[in-house]
């Protein structure tokens, strides 16, 4: 039997999945070869393929893929941390996401796993000084991904951005674990202050595709926020808000709705 062509150099079930399933998808189209190959089986570990997706796709005339994907080698040697978060953020995907059926989807195609890992490696840079660099990176994953996630945010694991169009998360923004939303989600201020003014995100949060979360609010934990919402003030854990500006509705209906994706109101009678 052929042995595979990738390299495990430990043992890492998330990679090994990978590579099995990038195997098969030559098999099944050889024109994607070149691709997968570049992107995945040229790699000795999930953390090689991730630096090289990053560099291939933030690339530009003003800066190199070399640089970039030194950059961000070097940033996956000195923080193991931010690998094993996406790790977490791709099984997060392809558990919540109807429309993932393979591990290596959101590591070649997704643009929102793409763009938070993108942000996870300028959040690293600005904690280590390297400020112009982390926002070089801010404004090429903006430019590529429509994804704008200023470098001081703080975000947890287990991210899942659906469709990741117009996303907009502030400097002093502050998401959870487990949290999921879907396209042009605003997690903004109200006006022109320069201190803490952006939302808290708890765990496990779902928001709705073009909610608009503003101003230095809370918002509790597994609670849901219903699409085209606005909203201006402290949400309890395990609600669900909707409107303009946005009222609670009623309970969240389940324990994680960022794992359901249950987005079907059940409003109070």
């Given amino acids: 039997m052929a042995q595979p062509q990738y390299n495990l150099t430990e043992i890492d079930p998330v990679w090994h999945r990978i590579c099995e399933e990038a195997e098969k998808a030559i098999a099944d189209e050889p024109l994607m070869g070149g691709l997968i190959h570049a ?15 990053i560099s291939m796709k933030l690339a530009s005339p003003e800066m190199s893929e070399q640089i970039l994907r030194e950059i961000a080698d070097q940033a996956y040697v000195a923080a193991p941390e931010l690998a094993a978060a996406a790790r977490a953020d791709l099984v997060a995907i392809y558990d919540r996401d109807p429309a993932c059926h ?23 840079l600005l904690k280590n000084d390297r400020r112009d660099l982390a926002y070089f990176i801010q404004m ?32 002093t ?33 779902l928001i709705g595709a073009g909610a608009h979360v503003l ?3 809370k918002i509790g934990h597994c609670s849901r926020i219903a699409a085209g919402s606005v909203v201006l003030e402290e949400v309890p854990p395990m609600k669900t808000v909707a409107g303009v500006p946005a009222k609670i509705v009623g309970e969240a209906g389940c324990s994680q709705p960022s794992m359901t994706m249950d987005q079907i109101l059940k409003t109070v009678m």
């Fill in 140 to 171: 090429r994953t903006s430019e590529m991904f429509g994804v704008d996630i200023h470098p001081a945010a703080r975000i947890g694991q287990g991210i899942m951005i659906d469709h990741a169009h117009s996303i907009v998360v502030g400097e």
């Fill in 39 to 53: 992107g995945i089986l040229h790699h000795k570990s999930f953390e090689g393929a991730l630096a090289y997706r």
């Fill in 102 to 124: 393979r591990f290596m989807q959101p590591l070649i195609f997704f643009k929102g796993f793409q763009a938070v890992q993108a942000y996870r490696l300028a959040h690293w």
């Fill in 215 to 217: 101003g230095n609010i």
């Fill in 173 to 205: 923004a502050v998401v959870g674990d487990n949290v999921s939303m879907l396209h042009s989600v605003t997690l903004g201020g109200t006006g022109k202050e320069d201190d803490d003014r952006h939302p808290k995100i708890g765990d496990g949060v």
